[in-house]
């Protein structure tokens, strides 16, 4: 006679290894993944890899053009500004601080935004009303205004231009894991786990986590673009960055009188910005397929 | 007559692993005017089957026959749009879970009115204004819905599928189903998940069809007692490969297939006297999982007879209509057929 | 259906309640910086005066704020409307092309468009489409709502219907100057609004493509067409209506920092100029209005989703 | 997807739609910054200028811009006595003031209205003299209060002016932006209402164009009602102020605006570049320099001052920042100035040399050296900020520290009256053409760091030479006199001038007639608009 468990015990793969498995076969997912890593390790070692300091001005080499323009330089490889900077030194000092500034952003909403939203889910009575109500008024906010708000209060500079991005898209993020852990909350599996006595940390831990994986994915991209996109335009807008921190958008705001002279000095921080979402989506969406495919 | 014939289909579905053949070369031969049950275990591939007959393929699937003739037409050779005009016409389907198979925002009386039997475009957009034609459509929903034993149509055709219970909802589906008089209605698990009384009156339902309206049915389900008293016709279905397939008597009088064999034993027969506490019968081991499938014959591994030899792939032997694939088969002594010979 | 209603206008009144306790906060903060024991008494008086529609006066031109913001946020408000009917008409189709052939040539053109709509920083395009005056010689106008020519006077704040208020002293020509004035902004706008709303058809339609009562409809042998007009649209309305819903102030905060670029005189245009020069009541009017539109709308959305979505019908009874 | 094409005609068909430039009755000026009022009188700068002393109101005489002569405008002819202390005007008979919907006036102008527009600058006792302008008098510290001694009323359309001593520079007086003439009927109208305040911002005068509606964007003119000069052919004049120069130029060439001023510095080369635009340069007395504060050590030595000069590379500083929109200099005074005096050298960018001299007296080479600069850039300077980053790293290759601190006008205010700075990055614009004008608030003991004097600079020979200047009827000896002062700024290097400024204005080559006066604002009298070619055939 046969074992009974004969099948079920070939090399079923753990999930993760599973879902890298399939994100493997996705090459734009993989190039994307490259080019995080890349951009990680821009961020990581700007002050080596900068060709110039981003504040050195060459007097005699003023707004030169890309090197592939005519009239270029090859010591400056993306040309230089109108006070003879290195224009490829202040796009990575823009990307190092733009980028890290995003990222962690993104890092301090989704441990505060897990926290808040998983104790929001599993309560009931006047605590989770209260913060639903909190949250329904925060949400109809718009996040430019809480950002402009929050500056005001605290005053202009770049770390407050962050805390009050990350104030402004927490809500967001709380009320999307808060639906998504309700969600899994009144499935089968949760009930079945909770009358095993399973409390809330380990009904959270394997019971909820593991499922909301993808809508987790989703709402981190989600609030990673948007802050990126809410650091450059409050950098824009001059109520970031102050005169000497060259962030992205500041640089852009900073050009923007250079723009028929050299429209490379806007162009450039512009295509940063746009790549950097650009690559991080392009990633995120491929672990999500991933494990959309893995559960399937 | 056959009325559906189809000879080594195959549907292979491509996933992240690789491809996956979940159907094996299966042969059916549904004869004009019969109820057909096929049976299988849930995930074995009978609704796969009803899909590729239907041509509902999704697009990482892959669906080879040999033949698969309805009637004298080749559907495997038909386009799709010459498919859809014979799937409205000459074959319906309804599922298990009816509700789900409704639209949630259109009443009842607007989806059946959508398979009448197409009228000119003209007729159609009048039958909108004038009064008229509209009430001689409201007069064929009502005979059709009384057909299936629908008592207070007014009421069911105003509501929105929500309103209705899954039963209503079955005979609904069932009078869309036999609003254009298929030749062959293929039931797929029709009645999982519903009450007795309603299951019953839903295979009364079906019986009728066929002997009133000489319907053509394909009987899908996992319950082998449910629906073999209804059938003239049966085949099984283990891991998409069809083991046996046969008439009625052929498969319950002398069944020859291991895996038939140990169906038929799951039928509890009370007065045979099932030992006080004794276990019930059922093979060993469990269905394996789509992408860990066994070479060869698929029960290899849960079959009380296997040999070495069975990890090559059976041949299907026909014995005046009883069909069978298997390596080791039941033989009865009447049998005078020329046996397979084995080592 | 009443039931609902009330449910609704409760749920609204504790919300705009936290609302203005909000910006109660922060114009305390902002003007008067203290807080005494009085501020229980001073929040009432406060609230007793926004519900006169009395924000205060601006410092920068003793205007009533009130007024300012209204006037200001319906400008923003009639580019969101054209950003709005831009991406429908552009977004919608294509998503419903990329929800019907997911994962072939179509649909990664498709949501390729989409990703590249998403990731452009809209103040960056707004640049770029200032610039094109002089790049491409296109004499679309770049700058504020309407011609400094036309002298439109405040009637009903909405400058559409203004400037056609004028119509006998000069045609229709102001009128059309206003919405030339719209198109760049609505443009860019409608940039990233089309790339939202091409990623939420095209989710919604992937959903109801999967449903069962598709297959049925297949198997009726209706045409792909026939599914799609029939079945697939009114079913997967509701969900990209109910997310758009969600992104509202998303769409705001875009379209804020889209009039910084072009100079139009909309809400965004009238935060930046008033906190630059100081007068830092507009905040909390501004959220009270901006909020207390988005919050009114949601509300209104949510009844429109209820009459168009027979199966939301089920929330009228089950909810309490 | 089918909507797609329509769209995309719908585009098409309003980028070939009539832009504003089309209609030849109105006229659209953008303007770099909002008037602080519309009264020349009390306003100096540029802004108030161009949107004031040639649209609404007129002179006595004015300076004919090519002849530099003075010809009529109120008044008909001039008689001047022999010892050139009194002047005699004749007036027009037939000048209307503006009819506006605040104000309609029941006479023409006469000598009441000419007296009464004098006498504000003039008498502390005048009702209007403190209006909008609180307890300073500082708003009319030009030369020509102290000049005039009363003003008679002859007739009705005569009126004389009495001097207090000789002097030829009266006509240039009245000729500046400053000797427009009011209404006192409306005047005494608005006394009688309680709001004399009103004078200045809902003017009435005699221009060819008049007040119509102003808010913070946009300035309404319409064409004067009952002109008595040649009508003007733009009904609608229209300033729009649009502070950011990118967008100006872009709404040039989208034809939102038909004339723009003060393009970017570094616009200009573009600019001159494009055929479809035109571009009107003109030399102004507007400096741009770089003040040391001399009552701070070290700069209270000259020879800091001129080491520190030396460190500093001018040209960069002027393709950098002013790219072609000025001129370098070494004078305060402009080169077509008659004072100019021609002899004064340049100053050389040598790093090494100044360097060394630093060493010699023994310079603090930790010292922070602070240079503030206003965070607004005005009309001295397109980008103080640039400026200011460009001198710190010319200091910082010879190991100089500097730091840069950007001030709001009210922090900038107190700063300087406090003199808590060693740096100051500033300019200077004179009212008029008189090199006096230029010097005494900047080196005067009298003026405070606020009023011009950032040097804190007080030297009494250098005062006295000033004084005796400016009485000083012989023409000759002025000049030596300012020829020898400018040797002596130069010897101590008080300032450090970094460039004379141009003032750039550009117009589609629709427009026609355009005069520019760097002194007194534009003029938009003779301009005219026609139809571009392109639309011409359209039509």
Not at chain 2, 194 to 217: C, G, P, S, W
Not at chain 2, 251 to 257: A, E, G, K, L
């Amino acid at each position: 006679m046969l074992i009974n468990n004969e099948f079920n015990e070939q090399k079923i793969q753990s999930p993760l290894r599973y879902i890298w498995l399939i994100f493997k076969s996705k090459n734009i997912a993989v190039v994307a993944m490259w080019a995080i890593i890349t951009l990680l390790m821009v961020t990581l070692f700007t002050p080596y890899i900068m060709p110039y300091s981003p504040t050195l001005q060459h007097p005699d080499m003023l707004l030169l053009p890309p090197y592939w323009a005519e009239g270029a330089n090859p010591a400056h490889l993306l040309g230089t500004d109108d006070l003879g900077r290195d224009t490829l030194s202040r796009l990575l000092k823009g990307i190092q601080l733009t980028l890290a500034g995003a990222l962690s952003i993104t890092l301090v909403i989704s441990m505060l935004g897990l926290l808040i939203g998983a104790t929001a889910a599993l309560t009931q009575g006047v605590k989770a009303s209260i913060m639903h109500h909190l949250l329904d008024a925060l949400l109809t906010i718009p996040t430019i205004l809480t950002a402009l708000i929050l500056i005001v209060l605290f005053g202009m500079s770049y770390e407050n231009s962050l805390l009050a991005i990350s104030l402004s898209l927490l809500p967001q993020f709380i009320r999307g894991i808060y639906i998504s852990i309700e969600n899994e909350l009144n499935k089968q599996h949760i009930i079945a786990l909770r009358l095993d006595g399973a409390r809330n940390l380990r009904l959270l831990r394997f019971g909820i986590f593991p499922n909301i994986l993808e809508p987790l994915v989703t709402l981190l991209t989600r609030i990673f673009t948007m802050a990126i996109l809410e650091i450059t335009t409050l950098g824009f807008l001059g109520f970031g960055a102050n005169a000497n921190e060259i962030e992205l958008g500041a640089l852009i705001s900073k050009s923007l009188e250079l723009v028929y002279l050299s429209p490379y000095l806007v162009l450039f921080p512009g295509v940063a910005i746009f790549l950097i979402i650009i690559v991080f989506n392009v990633f995120a969406e491929g672990v999500r397929h991933a494990i959309i495919e893995g559960e399937e | 007559m056959a009325l559906l014939d189809i000879r080594n289909l195959s549907i292979d579905i491509i996933t992240a692993q690789g491809k996956i053949r979940v159907i094996d070369k299966a042969n059916l031969n549904i004869i004009d005017g019969s109820i057909h049950g096929l049976v299988g275990e849930s995930g074995s591939g009978k609704s796969l089957i009803a899909k590729a007959i239907l041509g509902l393929h999704n697009e990482n699937w892959i669906v080879t026959a040999d033949r698969m003739f309805l009637g004298n037409i080749d559907l495997s050779k038909l386009s799709s749009r010459a498919r859809r005009k014979i799937m409205g016409t000459e074959i319906a389907i309804i599922f298990q879970n009816p509700r789900s198979y409704l639209d949630p925002s259109k009443k009842i009386f607007d989806q059946i009115r959508e398979v009448l039997p197409k009228k000119s475009h003209h007729k159609r957009f009048f039958s909108k204004v004038v009064p008229k034609l509209r009430a001689s459509e409201q007069q064929i929903i009502k005979e059709l819905l009384h057909k299936v034993g629908v008592q207070n149509d007014q009421a069911v055709v105003q509501s929105y599928p929500y309103e209705l219970s899954e039963g209503i909802c079955q005979k609904v589906m069932i009078a869309m189903a036999i609003a254009n008089n298929p030749r062959l209605l293929i039931a797929d698990e029709p009645t999982t998940s519903m009450e007795a009384v309603t299951q019953a009156q839903i295979f009364r339902l079906l019986y009728k069809l066929n002997q009133l309206h000489n319907m053509t049915i394909l009987l899908l389900s996992n319950n082998f007692g449910s629906i073999s008293n209804l059938s003239d016709y049966i085949s099984l279905i283990y891991c998409g490969q069809i083991v046996e397939s046969g008439s009625y008597k052929q498969i319950v009088n002398s069944p020859m297939h291991p895996y038939t064999q140990a169906m038929i034993k799951t039928i509890i027969e009370f007065d045979d006297g099932v030992d006080h506490k004794g276990q019930l019968y059922t093979l060993p081991g469990s269905i394996p999982p789509a992408n860990q499938l066994p070479i060869g014959c698929r029960l290899g591994p849960r079959c009380p007879k296997a040999q070495r030899t069975c990890v090559s792939n059976p041949e299907a032997v026909n014995y005046k209509g009883h069909i069978i694939r298997c390596h080791f088969p039941q033989l009865d002594d009447k049998k005078d057929a020329n046996t397979p010979h084995n080592k | 259906m009443f039931n609902y209603l009330l449910r609704r206008i409760y749920l609204l009144s504790i919300t705009a309640f936290i609302l203005t306790l909000l910006a109660f906060t922060i114009e305390h903060w902002t003007v008067h910086t203290q807080i005494d024991d009085n501020t229980f008494s001073h929040y009432f008086s406060y609230l007793n005066s926004i519900i006169k529609g009395d924000f205060g006066v601006s410092i920068i031109d003793n205007q009533p704020i009130f007024n300012t913001g209204l006037v200001a946020f319906s400008s923003t408000l009639e580019l969101c409307f054209f950003a709005f009917i831009i991406a429908i008409i552009i977004g919608m189709p294509l998503g419903i092309f990329a929800g019907l052939d997911r994962n072939n040539g179509v649909d990664y053109t498709i949501m390729t468009i989409a990703l590249i709509g998403l990731a452009l920083p809209v103040f960056w395009v707004a640049i770029i489409f200032t610039i094109l005056p002089h790049a491409l010689g296109i004499t679309l106008p770049i700058d504020g709502n309407i011609s400094p020519i036309y002298e439109i006077p405040v009637v009903t704040g909405l400058l559409l219907i203004d400037s056609l208020l004028v119509t006998e002293r000069y045609q229709l020509d102001a009128f059309l100057n206003h919405l030339t004035h719209l198109i760049l902004p609505s443009t860019v706008l409608a940039l990233f609004l089309t790339s939202e709303i091409i990623r939420l058809t095209r989710h919604a339609i992937t959903m109801v493509m999967k449903s069962n009562y598709i297959k049925a409809a297949h198997t009726k042998g209706l045409t792909r067409w026939q599914i799609v007009y029939r079945h697939v649209l009114k079913n997967a309305l509701p969900p990209i209506i109910h997310q758009i819903r969600l992104q509202l102030s998303t769409i705001i905060s875009f379209a804020m920092a889209i009039e910084i670029v072009f100079s139009y005189q909309g809400a965004g245009m009238w935060l930046f100029a008033s906190i630059h020069q100081g007068d830092y009541l507009v905040l909390s009017a501004a959220l009270l209005i901006i909020s207390g539109f988005i919050l009114i709308s949601s509300i209104i959305i949510d009844f429109i989703l209820v009459l168009i979505s027979p199966s939301k019908r089920k929330s009228l009874y089950a909810d309490q | 997807m089918r909507f797609l094409p329509l769209y995309i005609s719908l585009l098409l068909l309003t980028a070939c739609y009539q832009t504003e430039s089309t209609l030849t009755d109105s006229l659209i000026y953008c303007a770099d910054k909002s008037p602080t009022s519309l009264n020349p009188q009390i306003s100096h700068d540029i802004a108030s200028l161009d949107a004031t002393t040639h649209q609404l109101y007129n002179r006595l005489v004015k300076i004919e811009l090519i002849s530099k002569r003075f010809v009529a405008d109120i008044a008909t002819h001039w008689v001047i006595n022999e010892d050139k202390t009194r002047y005699t005007f004749f007036l027009r008979k037939d000048i209307n003031f503006h009819h506006t919907d605040y104000f309609t006036p029941s006479r023409p102008l006469n000598a009441d209205d000419v007296i009464f527009s004098f006498k504000r600058m003039l008498s502390k006792k005048h009702p209007f003299h403190f209006v909008n302008g609180e307890a300073d008098n500082y708003r009319y510290n030009h030369p020509f209060s102290s000049l005039v001694q009363d003003i008679i009323k002859i007739d009705d359309h005569t009126i004389t002016f009495l001097l207090n001593k000789p002097d030829a520079t009266l006509l240039a007086n009245l000729a500046a932006h400053y000797g427009v003439i009011h209404s006192q009927e409306y005047a005494l109208q608005l006394l009688k209402t309680g709001h004399p305040e009103k004078i200045d911002y809902f003017p009435i005068g005699t221009g060819p164009y008049q007040f119509k509606q102003k808010n913070k964007q946009i300035i309404r003119y319409q064409a004067h009602k009952f002109p008595w000069q040649a009508p003007v052919t733009i009904n609608n004049l229209i300033f729009d102020i649009t502070p950011n120069s990118t967008k100006r130029y872009a709404k040039l060439l989208s034809g939102e605006c038909d004339i723009i001023t003060n393009p970017a510095s570094s616009q200009i080369k573009q600019i001159s570049k494009n055929k479809s635009v035109l571009l009107s340069s003109q030399p102004t007395g507007n400096i741009s320099l770089l003040s040391f504060n001399t009552k701070s050590s070290p700069f209270d030595k000259k020879e800091v001052r001129h080491a520190l000069s030396e460190a500093i590379n001018l040209d960069t500083i002027l393709d950098a920042v002013f790219f072609e929109t000025a001129v370098a200099t070494n004078n305060l005074l402009p080169k077509h100035s008659w004072a100019y005096n021609p002899r004064t050298k340049k100053t050389t960018f040598s790093p090494q040399q100044s360097m060394t001299k630093l060493k010699v007296i023994n310079f603090d080479f930790n010292k922070n050296i602070r240079i503030i600069a206003p965070i607004k850039n005005s009309i001295f300077n397109p980008n103080f900020y640039k400026t200011a980053e460009l001198i710190q790293s010319n200091w910082a290759d010879i190991g100089i520290k500097s730091e840069i601190i950007l001030l709001r006008e009210s922090e900038l205010h107190n700063t300087l009256l406090t003199g808590d700075y060693d740096i100051y990055l500033t300019g200077s614009s004179p009212y008029i053409k008189d090199p006096d004008n230029l010097f005494r608030p900047l080196l005067s003991c009298n003026a405070n760091s606020f009023e011009g004097n950032s040097s804190q600079w007080c030297d009494e020979t250098m005062q006295n030479l000033l004084d005796a200047t400016l009485l000083e009827t012989n023409f000759i000896q002025r000049v030596k006199n300012y020829y020898q002062l400018q040797e002596m700024i130069q010897a101590q290097r008080i300032y450090l001038p970094i460039a004379h400024l141009l003032r750039f204005d550009v117009f589609n080559k629709n427009i026609s007639g355009l005069l520019v006066d760097p002194l007194t604002g534009i003029d938009f009298q003779a301009v005219r608009k026609v139809l571009p070619i392109n639309k011409v055939k359209a039509h």
